[in-house]
């Protein structure tokens, strides 16, 4: 497991109160959530903005299923996604 920074915590006030995000409840387990709002925090999104593209995507029709594709690209898709969890430990 590798060290994560997170921001440190703020009181909420009305300057940072994001009135325009709609509460909702996710069924991601506790590690998983943390890795969305990893995930949000490097694309310079909240997790609920990550979560409504993500959805949206899905719902439109959009998203592509790796295991749909051709063997080589999964195995390049992969490859990728594992230099970048090496270079998050580095």
Do not use: C, W
């Not at 996710?26 to 990893?38: F, G, I, K, M, P």
């Not at 490097?42 to 295991?67: A, D, Q, S």
């Amino acid at each position: 497991m590798t060290d994560i920074d997170l921001p440190p915590r703020v009181p909420v006030t009305s300057e940072n109160k994001d009135g325009g995000e709609r509460l909702y409840r996710t069924a991601l387990s506790s590690r998983d959530y943390l890795r969305l709002e990893v995930e949000s925090m490097e694309r310079g999104l909240k997790p609920f903005g990550l979560t409504k593209t993500i959805m949206t995507l899905y719902l439109n029709k959009k998203l592509v299923y790796v295991n749909d594709l051709p063997v080589d690209i999964q195995s390049l898709i992969t490859q990728h996604f594992k230099t970048i969890a090496k270079q998050r430990v580095n």
